[in-house]
């Protein structure tokens, strides 16, 4: 959120702020192995590789995984801390690495393996921890304190409780969220994408909508729809389209206007619902203003459930596909309600 304030819907600033979190966490990377090593060289080629390797481009590209960026940039961090307290334990060294970890799983709750993988370093290559084999350059006659298993298990508890706070928050929050999709499901791009390889005529997401009094024991779908929008308000949020010329006949142009004259209730009845369905099928024909329509609808809840996440997916297929109306409605989207 703090981000969208700053720069709004230009994706160039988000692209470079990831870069700048992700160089960050390969800082990290080189301070820990060096102080943990000892070797400078061997450390900045880990970091080297770390930063280059192919597996982060993916997470430093997309905005929507800043999570995966704090993730790696506080674990390496609190990493770093620790070892602060293995060197001097203190209740300070001990708070700074417990706050380091909280917000890291904050960002991302993957980071609760983060207690197993400092009891490991204990063993090797810190070597805290008492045991019968002693391992290949072992500096016994360091001035660390040597603990039992158990010890530094109980070392590690508070650590431990912050994962399971974690944890149970993280299922909790699972639990709020809705098991059922509404009626109309939610269509993602890759289902746009794959529409316009394949030119299909109605994406699989597509609701089967039975004409209203048609079916018995169907509840009467002019009565569950919401009362029309007014004329002034439907003329603001339907802009009219160009008729249909023969270079575009086929692009799904046919069904948006079969859909504009089952909207504008020519036919003597408004039909959303008739409207909705050749809507889904000028969208399967890659029809960007099929698309931006659809999406209106969605806002306003007109016709079908208002639902603000369907309605900006929509939005950001249009945009992706040069129009500007829909990269202006993904600005103004909290001035219909939706956060």
Not at 93 to 104: A, V
Request: a positive charge; one cysteine or more; hydrophobic letters at 45%.
């Amino acid at each position: 959120m703090v981000d969208r304030n700053l720069f709004g819907a230009y994706p160039g600033a988000y692209f470079v702020e990831n870069a700048v979190w992700h160089a960050a966490t390969a800082y990290l990377v080189f301070a820990f192995f060096r102080r943990l090593l000892g070797q400078y060289w061997l450390a900045l080629f880990v970091a080297a590789v770390f930063a280059l390797h192919p597996v982060n481009v993916e997470v430093v590209a997309w905005a929507s995984q800043r999570k995966s960026l704090l993730s790696a940039f506080f674990w390496f961090l609190s990493m770093i801390v620790y070892l602060d307290f293995v060197e001097k334990p203190s209740k300070r060294n001990q708070f700074f690495l417990c706050t380091t970890y909280l917000l890291g799983l904050m960002a991302k709750p993957a980071g609760v393996s983060l207690p197993l993988v400092l009891l490991i370093l204990d063993i090797w290559p810190l070597q805290r921890i008492e045991l019968p084999v002693k391992f290949a350059g072992d500096r016994g006659g360091d001035s660390r304190t040597e603990l039992t298993i158990w010890q530094a298990c109980l070392e590690k508890l508070p650590l431990v409780a912050l994962a399971g706070l974690g944890y149970f928050e993280w299922s909790a929050r699972s639990d709020r969220e809705p098991t059922k999709k509404t009626s109309i499901a939610i269509a993602s791009e890759s289902t746009i994408e794959e529409n316009h390889s394949a030119r299909i005529g109605v994406p699989a997401s597509e609701p089967v909508l039975p004409p209203a009094n048609k079916l018995e024991g169907r509840p009467n779908l002019d009565r569950a729809m919401p009362p029309a929008t007014p004329a002034v308000q439907r003329q603001k949020l339907v802009p009219n389209y160009p008729a249909p010329s023969s270079a575009t006949a086929g692009d799904g142009v046919q069904e948006l206007l079969l859909a504009r004259h089952f909207l504008d209730g020519k036919g003597g009845t408004r039909d959303t619902a008739e409207a909705v369905k050749w809507l889904w099928k000028a969208v399967g024909k890659q029809n960007t203003g099929a698309v931006i329509l659809l999406a209106d609808l969605y806002l306003i809840g007109d016709g079908v459930p208002k639902n603000c996440d369907q309605a900006r997916l929509l939005l950001v297929a249009a945009a992706k596909r040069g129009a500007s109306d829909a990269a202006q409605k993904l600005l103004s989207l909290e001035s219909n309600g939706c956060s």
